[in-house]
């Protein structure tokens, strides 16, 4: 069983929307916070943004996707969510879903001018 599995990415005009899925299954599933990374071309990996919700759900975005990014989470299907509206080409990255130490394999989304 994979622990992490992404799905959603794609290539998209600028000023669109896409939606990212990661569900987790075993170990990966036992947790209080999931999040998501990006890794664009030449450059290091990024946060991306992160919701926990071990006391109160709660949710924290990197500054260059807040007001445009939102992530969220399905707890019946341990799966988290990434709305992605107004993408931008800067947006351009893969993006990963992280839970406890886990990774997932990645998930390309090209955002064209």
């Known amino acids: 069983q994979v622990p992490l599995v992404e799905s959603g990415g794609g290539s998209v005009q600028a000023g669109k929307s896409l939606r990212l899925s990661c569900t987790a299954s075993?170990?990966?599933?036992?947790?209080?916070?999931m999040a998501w990374h990006r890794q664009a071309p030449g450059k290091e990996r990024e946060f991306v943004a992160i919701?926990?919700?071990?006391?109160?759900?709660?949710?924290h975005y990197a500054d260059s996707v807040k007001g445009r990014f939102t992530i969220s989470r399905d707890s019946a299907k341990s799966t988290i969510y990434l709305q992605m509206n107004n993408v931008r080409p800067e947006d351009t990255a893969v993006y990963y879903c992280?839970?406890?130490?886990?990774w997932g394999q990645g998930t390309q989304v090209t955002v064209s001018a």
């Open positions: 075993g170990r990966a599933s036992i947790t209080y916070a």
């Open positions: 992280n839970s406890v130490d886990y």
């Open positions: 919701i926990s919700w071990d006391i109160v759900e709660s949710t």
